[in-house]
């Protein structure tokens, strides 16, 4: 499943907010049938994600391959990387520049550019759901299903602040990728996922708490695999989610969607709330009968949507 992304060069690119690109890097990778000779799904990873969504450094191994929910032999698997995200070498310094849009519309420009006429699925959690919202609401025809995990249409008040903090430790750490990413831990896990796994001990070779030696583990492990530059791109992103800016009301846009929305949420996130999950569920249903909610039920927070598999599976089975 190792198979080295494919690169395709958008030409004359503006970004939402006027910044003019003559080319942009596109890189891409497949799973599956060839191209066009299946049904195609457009898997949308994550902030440390990448177009690798399966094999040996597979970060949804449990989701998608043979056999699995998401079956690769009967399904193509498309994933695009995030310009700037790093896995390709493209490396994009001004992240200012882009917004969440911005890289639903490259993703869009890329799926014209392969001749894919529409898609069977489009599935993201976190960052990759909300671009996948708006990749929706810019081309309401271009997909069966819209199954956004974790996730939400738009960036809200706590996200903001959030990413806001993160993009500050970014800026001034001087451990900026293993600072932000301790405390964007916090943000991912709960309580009592803390609780669960660490009952308070002590890594007595350290002298310090397993919690903290567990967060200093995961910022050097980071650290090691992801550059500064992608990271405030993937924060910049998270941050500006919304499928409504400059452009008309939540319902106008989404009642031209002809997708069946699946939205699922998590119980216990903190970073994108079911609350949130489910009254954007409650609005869409007033007026578009192919929408349904669902709930992952978990102790883990946010990155259940990488944990919980078993209830993933059984969600999702219907649709694939």
């Given at each position: ?6 690169h395709?060069?958008l ?27 299946a ?26 391959g ?11 698997v498309?994933?695009?990387n995030?310009?700037g995200?790093g ?5 994009i ?11 639903a519309?490259?993703f869009v420009?890329?799926?014209?550019f ?41 960036s ?38 803390f ?5 308070r ?6 002298a310090i ?18 550059q ?5 791109m993937?924060?910049q ?6 499928i409504?800016?400059n ?6 846009i989404?009642?031209?969607i002809?997708?069946?929305i699946?939205?699922?949420?998590i ?7 079911a ?11 007033k007026y578009k ?31 694939f």
């Amino acid at each position: 499943m190792e198979n080295k992304p494919n690169h395709i060069t958008l030409q004359n690119f503006t970004t939402e907010s006027g910044v003019f690109y003559s080319v942009l890097n596109l890189s891409f990778q497949v799973f599956g049938p060839e191209l066009n000779t299946a049904p195609i799904v457009l898997v949308n990873h994550a902030l440390t994600g990448n177009s690798q969504v399966i094999g040996k450094n597979g970060w949804w191994n449990d989701l998608i391959g043979e056999n699995k929910t998401i079956d690769i032999t009967k399904y193509t698997v498309l994933a695009f990387n995030v310009p700037g995200n790093g896995y390709d070498e493209t490396r994009i310094e001004n992240y200012l520049d882009f917004n969440a849009r911005d890289i639903a519309k490259s993703f869009v420009e890329g799926i014209k550019f392969l001749e894919i006429k529409k898609l069977y699925a489009i599935i993201g959690g976190s960052v990759g759901g909300g671009i996948a919202w708006e990749i929706a609401a810019l081309e309401p025809k271009i997909t069966k299903h819209l199954i956004p995990i974790a996730t939400d249409w738009k960036s809200t008040d706590w996200l903001i602040a959030n990413c806001f903090l993160q993009e500050q430790i970014l800026n001034n750490s001087s451990k900026p990728i293993e600072d932000a990413r301790i405390h964007a831990m916090l943000c991912y896990r709960t309580p009592e996922s803390f609780k669960s796994k660490f009952q308070r001990t002590v890594n007595e070779e350290l002298a310090i708490f397993n919690i903290e030696s567990w967060l200093c583990h995961h910022g050097e492990k980071l650290q090691k695999r992801f550059q500064l530059s992608s990271y405030k791109m993937m924060n910049q992103l998270l941050k500006t989610i919304d499928i409504t800016r400059n452009r008309g009301s939540f319902e106008e846009i989404t009642s031209k969607i002809d997708a069946d929305i699946h939205i699922i949420g998590i119980n216990s996130d903190l970073f994108f709330t079911a609350d949130e999950n489910k009254s954007t569920y409650q609005e869409i249903k007033k007026y578009k009968n192919n929408v349904s909610y669902h709930e992952i039920v978990s102790i883990h927070g946010h990155d259940a949507f990488l944990i919980e598999f078993k209830q993933l599976d059984n969600l999702l089975q219907n649709i694939f």
